[in-house]
C-alpha cells in the first residue's frame, strides 16, 4: 500500500527520535513556546505533533477526507485542519498521544448523529517509549463501508 511506503521511513524515524531532535531545530518562537511550557516533555510532545502533520499530510488520509466528503459525512475532524500549538496545548493539557484525536479520522454520517472513526495509527508506550505503528486496514475499511 503506498501509504505504508511512505509512512514507515516516518515512523522509523519517529522511533530514532529524530523528530524531537527536528523540533529542537524549528523556529525561534516555536521554541520559546515550549521550553516555557514543558522542558524535555514539551520537546517529545512538539516532536510527535510534527510527526502527526507529516503523516496526516500524505496523499492516503488526504484521500479519505475527499472520500467522506464526496459521501456527504459531516464534520470530519483530523489532524491536518488544526494548527501544531493547538496540538501540543492538548498534549501539554493531558491528552493522551494515543487519543483517537490524534490517531484518527472522525466524521459524522449523514442524516444521523453516528460518529465514525478511521484509525490510521496505533501508539504503543508512552513518552520515549512510544512507538506508532500503522492501523491495520481491517480497521479502516469498517468505518469507510456504506454511510
Known amino acids: 500500500m503506498e501509504f505504508a511506503k511512505c509512512a514507515e521511513p516516518k515512523i522509523k524515524e519517529f522511533i530514532k527520535d529524530q523528530y524531537r531532535v527536528k523540533a529542537t531545530r524549528r523556529p ?38 475527499k472520500y467522506l466528503e464526496q459521501k456527504g459525512f459531516l464534520r470530519i475532524e483530523t489532524v491536518s485542519q488544526k494548527d501544531w500549538s493547538v496540538l501540543f496545548q492538548d498534549m501539554m493539557n ?20 453516528t460518529v465514525v472513526c478511521i484509525p490510521l495509527l496505533i501508539i504503543e508506550g508512552k513518552g520515549k517509549e512510544a512507538k506508532p505503528k500503522l492501523a491495520p486496514w481491517i480497521k479502516m475499511l469498517p468505518p469507510l463501508r456504506d454511510p
Not at 511550557?37 to 496523499?59: A, P, Q, R, S, V
Not at 493531558?94 to 454520517?109: G, L, P, S
Open 28 to 65: 525561534e518562537n516555536e521554541r520559546n513556546i515550549v521550553t516555557s511550557m514543558d522542558g524535555e516533555n514539551g520537546w517529545l510532545n512538539f516532536g510527535y505533533t510534527l510527526f502527526l502533520k507529516e503523516i496526516y499530510d500524505l496523499e492516503f488520509p488526504k484521500k479519505i477526507v
Open 94 to 113: 493531558r491528552v493522551h498521544w494515543d487519543n483517537i484525536q490524534f490517531t484518527t479520522i472522525c466524521a459524522e454520517k449523514p442524516k444521523t448523529s
